[in-house]
């Protein structure tokens, strides 16, 4: 009887131990980091809106590498710093760059940041940026996808607020799959020498 409890014990554990498994299989992408630890899925189809006002998709990027910021335009201070960077990375890569590479900004405040609005913004920083923004449903679909955290803060007044999210920059590939992220703060030069290190 002693026997046969352990037995049912062990096997207790064993069938959770599968379904932790299975799980952790389901939610992770089977990527794998630089130190060899899983990376969650990152990324997937979007559907938005540019800064001219025509209908994109990610497959209309295809073939290049996208590097990719969520961020919006009455940010104080971590969107104008970061598309600061990737304009003076830009800049040091050169023109030829831009045929490898397409750096692009999806507002997560869709109710301010129209196509003209946004068109004005990422002007200001690079020609070269794309700056894509949607319907509330969209943003929300293409925030999921790449795991972005955003909330919206309510400001003095009933219309005012910022919103606070997370500052990563996404390098996907030309077929659209992770690659590899960079943090908030990182400099004109190792941003360089991280796009130079995965698209040469």
């Known amino acids: 009887m002693k026997f046969s409890k352990t037995l049912l014990a062990l096997m207790g554990v064993i069938v959770v131990a599968f379904v932790v498994i299975g799980v952790r299989l389901v939610v992770w992408s089977g990527q794998s980091s630089s130190d060899g630890k899983a990376i969650p899925a990152i990324g997937g189809p ?3 809106t540019d800064q001219t006002g025509k209908a994109v998709s990610d497959r209309d990027f295809r073939n290049r590498y996208m590097l990719i910021f969520f961020g919006y335009t009455y940010c104080p ?4 710093t970061t598309l600061s960077t990737v304009a003076g990375a830009l800049d040091k890569l050169g023109p030829g760059f831009a045929a490898k ?3 692009i900004f999806i507002t997560i405040d869709p109710e301010r940041d129209t196509s003209e609005v946004m068109k004005t913004y990422v002007e200001a920083f690079n020609p070269a940026i794309q700056g ?9 679909k293409v925030a999921k996808e790449f ?5 919206k803060v309510k400001g003095d007044s009933p219309d005012s607020y910022t919103v606070d999210h997370s500052a990563i920059l996404y390098l996907m590939g030309p077929d659209g799959r992770f690659i590899a992220h960079f943090t908030h703060g990182i400099s004109v030069d190792d941003l360089v020498a991280g796009l130079r290190k995965h698209i040469g």
């Open 46 to 48: 979007f559907a938005l």
């Open 77 to 80: 201070d971590v969107c104008p």
């Open 132 to 140: 894509l923004t949607g319907s509330p449903e969209q943003i929300a």
């Open 147 to 151: 795991k972005v955290y955003a909330a």
């Open 101 to 103: 590479m397409v750096p």
